[in-house]
């Protein structure tokens, strides 16, 4: 089987898909593994890394896609252009927000999986790039809003006197929230979080920091481990209830999705008003609505002395490990599907790791959910 890499072409992108490491393992499996001329550039990996590792870096990308069985990619692809019928193609395709992309995949007949779409469960844990990404940005977050506050985290005794420790509120301890509370207590912040799944309550504990008790009556999460949507009155208690932990708070730093659906507005301006100037806040859900009113995607903007921070791609500051990870996670992917004797990957339609990504094949839309929102 022919696997193909292109270079990214998002602008701004400073990960890559696979480092060697992962071309290694993808050519042990007995594949044919090309990559685009390039393919490393954003982290000055050459290319002669990648043939090392056992990849053909090809001279005619064209054709080499064109070509190609499997083609992984980190970012959605502006379609499926260049691919030939009947192949299989691996990236994110954000298909909640761009539901024509999907479906040009399906008129070329191409078979789309979506590593968003990969299930939250224990044997897809190790392809799960949404964990192994917001993990990483939960970190980033933490180092961002430090850098640009004006102040030190941790408590400091010295002979000129005593700094007390910055305070850090986290709204949504998922993965990478409780990332972002990791981060912050190795700082020395002293840190409080809330989220609206009664289970993360023993987590945040157990990193050290504090959980904000707020009784919203009945919560709970989906079977998926994703939350519930809150109603407007729950949603105006929570903001109520957060509104003291967000005013004495130095940095605030906001992860709250909904799978599928736009983020929960959960700080608006009187509360980013009520903080200390200087303060900052990072908005994670920024590209998917936004936790905070006026948070900006990829800006930072200053709302009455306090910056947010609306970065996308929080990941992308730790772009080395964050493409690690991802690639490891693809190659987890093609190891789980591979059949050793016929050195192809088995599209097993009847896997459920398969039913919960795949999301067109043999010129159709095939996900359930997908194919609702097509028809909503
Ligand atoms: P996410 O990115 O969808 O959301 C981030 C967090 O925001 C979640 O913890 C959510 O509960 C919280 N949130 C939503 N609305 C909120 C509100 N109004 N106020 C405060 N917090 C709010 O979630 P995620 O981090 O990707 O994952 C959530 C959970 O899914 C995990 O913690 C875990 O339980 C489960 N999960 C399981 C696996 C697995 O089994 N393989 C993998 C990843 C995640």
């Avoid at 996670?329 to 059949?339: G, Y």
């Amino acid at each position: 089987m022919n696997l193909y890499i292109p270079k990214e072409t998002e602008s701004g992108e400073t990960r890559i898909p696979v480092l060697p490491e992962a071309v290694k393992k993808l050519a042990g499996l007995g594949a044919t593994v090309q990559v685009e001329p390039g393919i490393g550039d954003a982290l000055q990996i050459p290319d002669s890394a990648f043939s090392d590792a056992g990849a053909e870096v090809v001279t005619d990308p064209a054709a080499a896609l064109g070509a190609a069985d499997i083609v992984l990619r980190l970012n959605k692809p502006s379609g499926p252009e260049g691919l030939k019928e009947g192949a299989i193609h691996i990236s994110y395709l954000d298909p909640f927000n761009d539901l024509e992309t999907v479906k040009k995949f399906a008129e070329a007949k191409v078979s789309a999986i979506c590593m968003e779409m990969i299930p939250r469960t224990t044997i897809a844990q190790k392809m799960d790039a949404l964990s192994s990404q917001a993990s990483l940005a939960g970190y980033a977050a933490v180092l961002q809003a430090a850098a640009k506050l004006p102040r030190s985290l941790p408590m400091m005794m010295t002979p000129a006197g005593t700094l007390s420790p910055c305070k850090v509120f986290i709204i949504g301890a998922g993965v990478a929230g409780l990332q972002a509370i990791a981060t912050a207590k190795r700082l020395g912040a002293r840190v409080e979080a809330f989220d609206t799944r009664p289970v993360v309550k023993e987590q945040v504990e157990s990193l050290g920091a504090k959980f904000l008790q707020i009784d919203l009556g009945e919560m709970g999460e989906t079977t998926g481990g994703y939350a519930k949507e809150l109603t407007a009155e729950q949603i105006a208690k929570q903001k109520e209830a957060q509104g003291k932990a967000i005013a004495k708070a130095d940095i605030v730093i906001t992860t709250a999705k909904l799978f599928g659906r736009p983020a929960p507005r959960l700080i608006d301006d009187a509360q980013v008003a009520a903080m200390t100037p200087g303060s900052v806040i990072v908005d994670m859900a920024a590209g998917s609505g936004g936790n905070v009113e006026g948070s900006e995607p990829d800006k930072d903007v200053v709302l009455h002395g306090v910056t947010v921070i609306g970065d996308t791609n929080l990941e992308g500051r730790v772009p080395y490990d964050a493409s690690q990870m991802y690639g490891s996670n693809m190659v987890n992917l093609v190891q789980h599907f591979w059949d050793d004797e016929a050195k192809s990957f088995n599209l097993d339609l009847e896997d459920e790791i398969v039913q919960g990504a795949l999301l067109t094949h043999g010129g159709e839309v095939i996900h359930n959910m997908i194919k609702e929102r097509i028809s909503a």
